[in-house]
């Protein structure tokens, strides 16, 4: 499927065939579960990256199913197309975003997206301890999506920010790297 094709599949299905909810809803409820895990875990950053990736794991494994009733795609040939299903499609259709796709190794299994806008860091400031900006990627939930849509559509990734505007980088990069493709498996004692 080409570039443009996919950009055009998420338009439409922005358009027309998703619920929308109010952007700042969203933020705010966002910002207000960041915090809460905070105050949980006492300002351990690192534990807070890691409920917020096995919140969005969990989110993951059920979105997949909305984005492809909704997208009416079929499978991807390669990873290359899986990542322009991710930006084109999947960001446009759930938050109406579409970062761009770079920084691709030679052997096709790890890519960058940039997000020039994050719905999720809007009107956000990092807590002013020392450690925060070096520690808490406050967009994790993000990484864990994408691992659980794509886990069960049969890849093994792993994703992991690299810089974020909130910390005071330039930009904001997310790296996705296919570890594996897997395979179809039988429960034990099926026939």
């Known amino acids: 499927m080409t570039s443009t094709k996919a950009a055009r599949i998420g338009e439409e299905v922005w358009k027309n065939r998703v619920d929308k909810v109010n952007a700042e809803l969203v933020t705010l409820t966002y910002g207000t579960i960041v915090a809460q895990l905070c105050k949980d875990y006492e300002s351990n950053y ?3 990256n890691k409920q917020l990736e096995k919140m969005g ?8 199913e909305d984005f492809l009733a909704k997208s009416s795609t079929g499978r991807c040939a390669n990873f290359r197309e899986t990542a ?11 938050l109406n975003i579409t970062p761009t796709i770079t920084n691709w190794t030679t052997d096709s299994k790890q890519f960058s997206l940039i997000f020039e806008e994050n719905p999720l860091a809007d009107f956000v400031e990092l807590p002013d301890d020392g450690r925060a900006q070096d520690e808490l990627w406050y967009s994790s939930i993000f990484c864990g999506i994408l691992k659980g ?16 505007t909130l ?4 930009s904001t990069e997310m790296r996705i790297t296919l570890i594996r493709y897997i395979d179809d498996e039988m429960p034990p004692d099926d026939e």
Request: charged fraction near 25%; proline fraction near 0%.
């Open 149 to 164: 849509a794509l886990e069960m559509i049969q890849m093994q990734v792993e994703a992991h920010f690299v810089s974020d």
């Open 46 to 48: 690192l534990e807070v």
């Open 57 to 64: 794991y969990n989110i993951g494994l059920r979105l997949i």
């Open 84 to 94: 322009e299903m991710i930006s084109k499609v999947g960001f446009k259709m759930f």
């Open 167 to 170: 910390r005071g980088n330039d």
